[in-house]
């Protein structure tokens, strides 16, 4: 039997507004009545022009009373053995001992967010990204919002923003 959800999703008005343009359309599912440049504008881009941060988009929602749930496949980032039975353990501890032992500018914003996203009520899960669990979600009229990658999607080189080059 199929079930689909009734969502409409607006054209992303640039490359790098598909987060912003994902949550906009899970709002207005929910009946939120927001424009999407609001988000747009409200959501933190990074710095080199590649997006958004997941956590970004789920502090958005966790300020606004939704509850988050995260499954993540961030692995430069998050050790798999931290997680146990799906749920992180102990992740912000974990996350700043990394900090401390590997350093750098990058991996310090990527622990500040996620740990803010942590400390406001978010949840991290890893589990392997399979229809089992995107059904899980839907069956109960839950949206999700995935995050690609680019190359993978369209199987093309990754380039340097500023350049265009591989």
């Not at 949550?23 to 009946?31: I, M, R, T």
Request: proline share 5%.
């Amino acid at each position: 039997m199929t079930k689909e959800l009734p969502f409409a999703i607006l054209p992303q008005p640039t490359e790098t507004t598909c987060g912003a343009t994902c949550l906009h359309a899970v709002y207005s599912y929910f009946g939120e009545k927001f424009e999407l440049q609001q988000l747009i504008d409200e959501i933190p881009q990074l710095p080199d022009g590649g997006g958004t941060r997941a956590a970004y988009l789920g502090l958005h929602a966790l300020k606004l009373g939704y509850e988050v749930r995260m499954y993540t496949y961030n692995l430069p980032v998050f050790d798999l053995t931290w997680f146990r039975h799906g749920e992180g353990r102990d992740l912000q501890r974990r996350l700043r001992l990394q900090l401390e032992a590997k350093g750098g500018d990058e991996l310090a914003e990527v622990t500040e967010i996620f740990c803010h996203y942590l400390d406001a009520g978010g949840e991290i899960y890893t589990e392997d990204l399979t229809s089992s669990l995107m059904r899980r979600y839907l069956k109960r009229d839950i949206p999700i919002i995935t995050g690609l990658s680019i190359t993978y999607l369209h199987g093309s080189p990754r380039e340097i923003q500023s350049t265009n080059t591989p």
